[in-house]
């Protein structure tokens, strides 16, 4: 149950990050028409661009892992086997939690101390800086409960990320070793 309520919150988030991919593709449009046929601007493209890229790309993080498209480097782990490999995954999964976990608590710091103060960004159309700052940090957060689930269908002996059930050596049908 745990794991089918954070996979419908991570596909939302990566619904949320596709709609941020979309709005890119508008407003970049928009700016195109605005300066090449009426010699005008919004004067936030770059600002919002870079605000959307940053959302949606933590946003996506939990999406991607769920999914088994977030970039992994096994050149070890995927030589090995049955329960050492479960171990190692289980070991890497903590440590991913762990550093993801850290990166969450300053940024959460840093838009809290944003709310708190009021920052604004230096643009003309000074977006309160807590709310990019809080995108990223709810994305951390997203990504911290799939890893948490990762971690706990690992642990009972369930599919591994990018994992196909009949592999031979990772897991039987049933999810044993």
Not at 95 to 103: D, I, P, Q
Not at 113 to 134: D, F, N, Y
């Amino acid at each position: 149950m745990f794991e089918r309520i954070v996979g419908w919150i991570s596909r939302c988030a990566g619904a949320l990050a596709a709609l941020l991919l979309v709005y890119l593709f508008l407003h970049i449009l928009y700016e195109i028409v605005l300066r090449s046929a009426f010699d005008s601007s919004t004067f936030v493209l770059d600002e919002f661009v870079g605000y959307a890229v940053a959302a949606m790309t933590f946003l996506s993080l939990g999406y991607a892992l769920d999914k088994g498209a977030l970039i992994r480097v096994d050149l070890a782990v995927g030589r090995m086997h049955g329960r050492p490999r479960r171990w190692v995954e289980l070991l890497c999964i903590l440590a991913s939690f762990a550093m993801t976990g850290f990166c969450a608590w300053w940024v959460g710091r840093d838009a809290l101390r944003h709310w708190t103060r009021g920052s604004v960004s230096e643009s003309i159309a000074e977006v309160p800086l807590w709310i990019p700052v809080g995108a990223v940090w709810l994305g951390l957060l997203l990504f911290m409960l799939q890893l948490l689930a990762y971690f706990l269908r690992v642990a009972r002996g369930g599919a591994l990320v990018g994992q196909d059930v009949a592999d031979p050596g990772l897991a039987k049908p049933d999810g044993t070793d």
